[in-house]
């Protein structure tokens, strides 16, 4: 970043190439770099329009409905297989690396018998 009041300068060097001078020093620039450099600093200074190109319909109120709804299933499976799958995976790792854990550490309780 630039103090205010500074400037960086393109100077054209050999062919198509600039030298770049600023505060922290020089460096070789493509005409096609400075070009990209100068539309990117363009697409950045636009503003960020918040109006959508096209609307999407509002899935809110059914996934609150869906949610909410006293079915006896737990929250955390109410989104369907997906949430069951990783349920199982989660459930099967925790279970897995515990077992592993132990396993590991009754090995390392017992030390090994010299020669």
Known sequence: AL????????????GSSFLVFSCRGWWAVTAKMLRSLLALRQIAQRTISTASRRQFENKVPEKQKL???????PVHL???????LLYRATM???VGGTAYGMYQLAVASFPKKQG
């Open 3 to 14: 103090a205010q009041g500074q400037k960086v300068i393109p100077v054209p060097a050999c």
């Open 67 to 73: 949610f909410q709804e006293d079915n006896g299933i």
């Open 78 to 84: 109410k989104g369907g297989i997906a949430d069951a």
């Open 92 to 94: 099967i790792l925790t």
